[in-house]
């Protein structure tokens, strides 16, 4: 199946730094999600990328999706406490098989330290 | 609008035991899905369903059976547990295909 690998897996900060995650797979991907999941939470949806190079900016969270459609990141500028958690990316297939089965990165959690 | 929910958020079994883990949506959602999520492993699909009526395996289905026989429930069961399926497990559902998936709070499950 669809296979997507997610580094790192885990992320220190101190608050007010920076952080990035990324998210790549070896096949074009059709679209990409990314989700934040609160310790002892469930995952909630934060964004959608679908077209090649889009670059989307929600306050200090700004999400890439790479030109070749196979690569996205997720950027965090000057963390807060309120960001600890695990982000998550899911990806569609780019060949539309398998429709409805999104694959889900294991994650790469944050700590934050005040 | 309650979204999604599951009953029950905790279970204790002892292997061999069955149980069933009830996920409702209120959203007229076509999609539905179940996961397991273990430390450190993600999330990984157990079953899913595109449809009433309809369901499908997903990457982890070994042990597992499902039922769509509502739109708006979707049922998973475990017949005989096992130590290995102790996990969380989230029931989540969208309205297509790789739209947003809406996920419920969770049910942590500890089989001895």
């Known amino acids: 199946g669809q296979q997507v690998m997610q580094i790192p897996q885990y992320q220190h900060v101190q608050e007010g730094e920076d952080f990035t995650t990324y998210c790549n797979s070896s096949t074009t991907l059709s679209n990409i999600q990314w989700y934040k999941q609160r310790p002892g939470g469930h995952p909630v949806f934060l964004i959608q990328?679908?077209?090649?190079?889009e670059v989307k900016k929600q306050k200090r969270l700004t999400f890439q999706f790479g030109e070749a459609k196979k690569n996205s990141s997720l950027h965090i500028t000057a963390t807060q406490t309120t960001d600890v958690g695990t982000y998550f990316c899911a990806v569609g297939p780019g060949d539309g098989t398998n429709a409805g089965k999104s694959t889900f990165g294991d994650g790469t959690t944050l700590t934050v330290k005040p | 609008n309650a979204g999604v929910t599951q009953t029950p958020k905790f279970r204790v079994l002892k292997t061999g035991q069955s149980m069933t883990l009830l996920c409702a949506q209120d959203?007229?959602?076509?999609?539905m899905y179940w996961y397991r999520q273990d430390p450190g492993m993600g999330l990984r699909l157990i079953h899913y369903s595109v449809g009433e009526g309809t369901t499908a395996k997903g990457e982890v289905p070994d042990g597992y059976n499902v039922s769509r026989l509502k739109k708006q429930n979707f049922l998973l069961g475990l017949e005989s547990a096992a130590p290995s399926q102790t996990s969380v497990y989230f029931c989540?559902?969208?309205?297509?295909?790789?739209?947003?998936?809406?996920f419920g709070p969770g049910t942590r499950l500890t089989v001895l």
């Open positions: 989540a559902s969208s309205f297509s295909s790789f739209y947003t998936q809406y």
């Open positions: 990328l679908v077209k090649s190079g």
């Open positions: 959203m007229n959602h076509e999609y």
